[in-house]
């Protein structure tokens, strides 16, 4: 079992929902970023995606995609995100860490050699935007097979044809889309969420678990009602790139996991 699936056992056992929370990989700088992954256990999450910055994005909004310029022009590199990862290890053996980004990076590594380096780094699974299940064989499967869990997404337009598809070899958890479009573009509605929450959660046993357009503590409670949890990103970036303090943000996530924890 995963830290991913561990993770989610509990929540289930004791009847809570899930806090997740995105931050970018080296913004504004390694240390900051490192100091605010380090803080966000404490601040009621319950797994960290980490994104890993490119610099083609392709689903990110405009915070998104600031935030991993931000980091690439400070010198991040899939190398010293690797680092990071290690780093947090260090002082932190349970909380589940989620690599998120596009299939270049990786592909440039090499497959083998990447997923052999993020099993020792103590990453536990993988968002890859990119690359749909028709890939399923140039990294989806070889991950499984290496104890990474593959985390799909789907979304607003993922019929119930395309559906099954999708879910075939996730693993972890399902990511739901709210909205059509980039994240951070707009704010998420409960009501729009919980029907496609509910077909989803007919064809798997996956936790479903929410995210894009989740900005305060009252929607992320609104969204995690209706789901086995919530994402926050953008949100927490923003933060981030207004020169907040590491106190600061991380009171800010304590606010949003305390709204999921409170569904």
């Known amino acids: 079992m995963t830290r991913i699936e561990s993770t989610f056992a509990r929540l289930q056992a004791e009847g809570r929902k899930a806090f997740v929370s995105y931050i970018m990989a080296g913004d504004p700088d390694v240390d900051t970023s490192l100091a ?11 797994v960290i995606e ?10 990110d909004g405009p915070t998104i995609q600031l935030a991993g310029q931000r980091a690439l022009e400070g010198g991040m590199t899939l190398d010293r995100t690797l680092q990071m990862v290690r780093d947090f290890r260090a002082g932190d053996d349970t909380t589940p860490i989620v690599l998120m980004g596009y299939y270049n990076p990786i592909y440039s590594r090499g497959v083998e050699k990447f997923l052999e380096q993020a099993n020792e780094a103590g990453i536990d699974g993988l968002i890859i935007v990119d690359l749909p299940p028709e890939e399923d064989e140039e990294l989806c499967i070889p ?30 958890f399902v990511y739901y889309v709210s909205i059509t479009g980039i994240t ?21 046993d996956l ?13 992320s409670r609104e969204i995690a009602s209706v789901a ?33 924890h409170s569904a």
Do not use: Y
């Open 36 to 46: 605010v992954m380090k803080g966000l256990p404490g601040a009621g999450v319950d």
């Open 50 to 59: 980490l994104g890993l910055p490119f610099t083609d994005p392709m689903a």
């Open 143 to 172: 991950a499984q097979a290496a104890g990474l869990n593959f985390i799909r997404l789907a979304t607003p337009t993922t019929d119930d044809k395309r559906l099954p598809k999708v879910l075939q070899n996730t693993s972890g």
């Open 184 to 204: 951070g573009a707009a704010a998420a509605q409960a009501a729009d969420v919980a029907p496609e929450v509910a077909r989803i959660k007919a064809k798997t």
């Open 207 to 219: 936790p479903v678990i929410v995210g894009f357009g989740i900005r305060t503590p009252d929607t």
């Open 228 to 260: 086995d949890g919530c994402v926050v990103g953008s949100a927490i970036v923003s933060e981030i790139a207004a020169g907040k303090s590491v106190g600061e943000i991380l009171s800010f996530v304590a606010g949003l996991a305390e709204g999921a």
